[in-house]
């Protein structure tokens, strides 16, 4: 299958590692130009000649704070001076960690808005005139599973993921007549270093190990396994190809069958 990706251009957001690194891979693969960007700018780097090597492409590597409006307003800004339009965002870059609620102030709840919210909302803001300029954009966010089901240590991330999905729909709305499909992928278990980091934050928050917790996720899962980062590359790519044309403001679910809700 064509996905029309050649020569696309795709920012993608988180990319050192996880889902966000095997999706710049997947794009690259199917001939987009993809540009990466993260805080770590050694594993940056990294992820970039790694990508490179195994796809053949021509990769940028940008580094970027999506929390502050000067990194992302010159990411945009180097894209567009050196490769000349934006057609794709994927919006990945931002952990929230688990939290016991008495212990977070104010302020930690505004840093967990601005690590993932704010920064998909600063990314979009700077790259949806291009997309009207091409007259074509694809943007997918990833949020996650816990927008749906809340839990009680992972309060932070799930308000974080259902703002994302409600957003995302009010956006599709706006953006429809410019040819701008706008959709989230909702991932639950993968099998990232991201996911490790939030199994150890939640092991300190319920005394429990970080095998334990483990073991009672994989319990869970229908499918009897954590979720792999290619597989969620691929829905991602899918929603930022031309095949999927006629999806727009909606979250697809991906978590080996986990949520429970129709």
Request: glycine share 10%; proline share 3%; hydrophobic share 40%.
């Amino acid at each position: 299958m064509d996905l029309g990706l050649k020569d696309k251009v795709a920012i993608v957001s988180g990319a050192s590692d996880g889902i966000g690194l095997v999706t710049a891979r997947s794009l690259a693969r199917e001939g987009a130009r993809v540009v990466i960007c993260a805080r770590r700018e050694a594993k940056l780097f990294e992820a970039r000649d790694a990508i490179a090597k195994e796809t053949g492409a021509e990769v940028l590597a940008i580094q970027c704070d999506v929390r502050r409006l000067d990194d992302v307003q010159r990411l945009v800004a180097q894209t567009v001076q050196k490769i000349g339009a934006i057609h794709i965002l994927v919006n990945n870059a931002g952990s929230v960690p688990s939290i016991k609620f008495t212990d977070v102030s104010d302020a930690q709840w505004y840093e967990y808005l601005e690590r993932k919210l704010m920064g998909y909302l600063r990314m979009a803001r700077e790259v949806v005139p291009h997309m009207q300029r091409a007259g074509w954009g694809r943007i997918v966010n990833v949020a996650g599973t816990a927008g749906w089901e809340p839990s009680n240590t992972a309060m932070a991330v799930g308000l974080n993921n259902a703002a994302v999905m409600n957003w995302t729909k009010s956006m599709s709305l706006q953006y429809a007549s410019d040819g701008i499909l706008i959709n989230t992928v909702a991932p639950g278990s993968i099998d990232t270093p991201r996911q490790v980091g939030n199994r150890q934050r939640e092991s300190e928050v319920t005394g429990k190990s970080v095998e334990e917790l483990r073991k009672a996720r994989v319990k869970d899962i229908p499918l009897g396994r954590l979720g792999r980062p290619e597989e969620v590359a691929n829905l991602i790519t899918f929603l930022a190809s031309d095949c999927s044309s006629y999806m727009t403001g909606t979250c697809v679910t991906i978590d080996g069958g986990v949520v429970r809700g129709i």
